[in-house]
């Protein structure tokens, strides 16, 4: 008998993706056959870039990795994890403050998706402090702030752009 492959979403607003993310996407795929990075609209944030430009800078730094794919979502996780046959939803944890709203929200998901487990996913020690919020203050608003050690070389080049843009 055949095994099912396990598929894992992985959902956020990736605005923008950090290396933070790329550490917990790529110890996902160690772990299942598929991993997909659901790249949330954001209708409820105020996003730095559109959900074109959150999606191709996923597919670009995660390119290396076939098992990754990058999907647009909008509404519920709930319903785009059952559109995909996914088994699992991976979620990243920083800190403590993560895990409270982190564990809140995967009880939610196990009353709606009772058959989908959540897997908590702990960065790697060097990317800890990370997060998309801190990325954007410093690229944006930090005048001699340097996030190229936060982001891939191709994210900063986009970030960098925006400011200039912006300016």
Known sequence: MDKKPVIAVY???????TL??????VRATR??????????????????????????????????????????FSGLVRD?????????????VRAVTDFDYEFQLAGMNRQLM??????????SAQYQFISSTFVREISQLGGEGDAS???SPAVYTRLMAKKAAAA
Do not use: C, S, Y
Not at 11 to 17: A, E, L, N, R, S
Not at 42 to 68: C, D, I, S, W, Y
Not at 80 to 92: I, L, P, S
Not at 114 to 123: H, K, R
């Open 11 to 17: 959902p956020g607003t990736f605005d923008p993706i």
């Open 20 to 25: 933070g993310h790329e550490d917990l996407l």
């Open 31 to 72: 772990m299942f056959d598929r991993v997909i990075l659901a790249v949330a609209a954001g209708h409820h944030k105020k996003t730095l870039f559109n959900l074109e430009e959150r999606m191709a800078m996923a597919r670009e730094v995660m390119a290396a990795f076939p098992q990754v794919t990058v999907e647009p």
């Open 80 to 92: 785009f994890v059952r559109t995909h046959g996914a088994q699992v939803m991976v979620r990243g």
């Open 114 to 123: 009772p058959d989908v487990e959540t897997v908590f996913l702990t960065p």
């Open 149 to 151: 050690d936060l982001v």
